[in-house]
C-alpha cells in the first residue's frame, strides 16, 4: 500500500464548474501539506501549502485538511481552460525538509 | 530570476552506460534535492544535498550519487543504467529549515535508457 493515494483521473468538467480533488494518506507523522500542479513536460509548481488540519484560501484556491481522518483536498472555483494539468499532492513530516511524498496525480481537463 | 535550470533536457542511454545531470538552483536558494518521475507517477524523492553534504536519502540504490559544489549547484550520477532508470528527473531547490515548504521544481531531464 502506497503511503499517499491519489485518484489519476481524468477528472473532466466544464469551464466554470468546481474542482475537486483529494488524497488519503496512511503516516499519521505527515504534518505538511502540499499542492502542486503540473503541465505536460514541465516542472511541478506550488499552489499552496498548509500545517497540520484546518483550511486555507488563495484566490480561486481552497486547500482543506483533516488529519483526523488522513484526508487532504484542494477545491478550485471557476474552472477555466487554463487550469488543465496534472495536480499533485505532497506531504512530509517535520524534521524531513525537502523529502515530500507524492502522490501519483489527478490529470484535470477543463472544457470550453 | 532564472529558476531552476536543468541539463540535458533530453538524453538516450544504453543499458550498463552511466549519465550525469546537472541542476543549477534558483538564486538564493542553498539546497538542492532530487527527484524521479516515473510515466504517469508521482514524483519519487531521490536525496538531497545542503552544505556539499547528502543530508537525507531515499530508497534508492548506491547506483544513484550526487555532489553539491560550492555555489549550490548539483550533479545526480547514476551508474550501471537500468531500462528502469527510464524517467523524468527533477531537480528542486529551496532554502533550509522553514523555506523547504516552498519547494522551484525545474524541468527536468528526460532519461530514455534503451
Known amino acids: 500500500q502506497k503511503e499517499v493515494e491519489q485518484d489519476p483521473g481524468p477528472l473532466s468538467v466544464p469551464e466554470g464548474a468546481i474542482v475537486s480533488l483529494n488524497c488519503t494518506y496512511s503516516n499519521s507523522a505527515f504534518q505538511y501539506f502540499m499542492w502542486y500542479r503540473q503541465y505536460s513536460r514541465k516542472g511541478p509548481e506550488l499552489l499552496m501549502y498548509?500545517?497540520?488540519?484546518g483550511n486555507k484560501e488563495d484566490g480561486r484556491f481552497t486547500a482543506q485538511v483533516d488529519k483526523s481522518s488522513k484526508y487532504i483536498s484542494l477545491f478550485i472555483r471557476d474552472s477555466q481552460p487554463s487550469d488543465s494539468a496534472t495536480y499533485l499532492c505532497?506531504?512530509?513530516?517535520?524534521?524531513?525538509?525537502?523529502?515530500?511524498?507524492f502522490g501519483a496525480g489527478t490529470q484535470v481537463v477543463v472544457t470550453p | 530570476d532564472a529558476g531552476v535550470t536543468q541539463s540535458p533536457t533530453h538524453l538516450i542511454k544504453t543499458r550498463g552506460q552511466q549519465v550525469t545531470l546537472r541542476c543549477s538552483p534558483k538564486?538564493?536558494?542553498?539546497?538542492v534535492s532530487w527527484y524521479q518521475q516515473a510515466l504517469g507517477q508521482g514524483p519519487q524523492f531521490i536525496f538531497q544535498y545542503y552544505e556539499e553534504e547528502e543530508r537525507q536519502r531515499g530508497n534508492f540504490p548506491d547506483r544513484f550519487s550526487g555532489h553539491q559544489f560550492p555555489n549550490y549547484s548539483s550533479e545526480l550520477n547514476v551508474n550501471a543504467l537500468l531500462l528502469g532508470d527510464s524517467a523524468l528527473y527533477l531537480c528542486a531547490s529551496s532554502l533550509v529549515g522553514a523555506g523547504a515548504n516552498v519547494l522551484t521544481f525545474g524541468a527536468g531531464s528526460r532519461l530514455t535508457v534503451l
Open positions: 498548509t500545517y497540520s488540519s
Open positions: 538564486s538564493g536558494h542553498d539546497t
Open positions: 505532497a506531504m512530509r513530516v517535520t524534521d524531513s525538509w525537502g523529502k515530500l511524498q
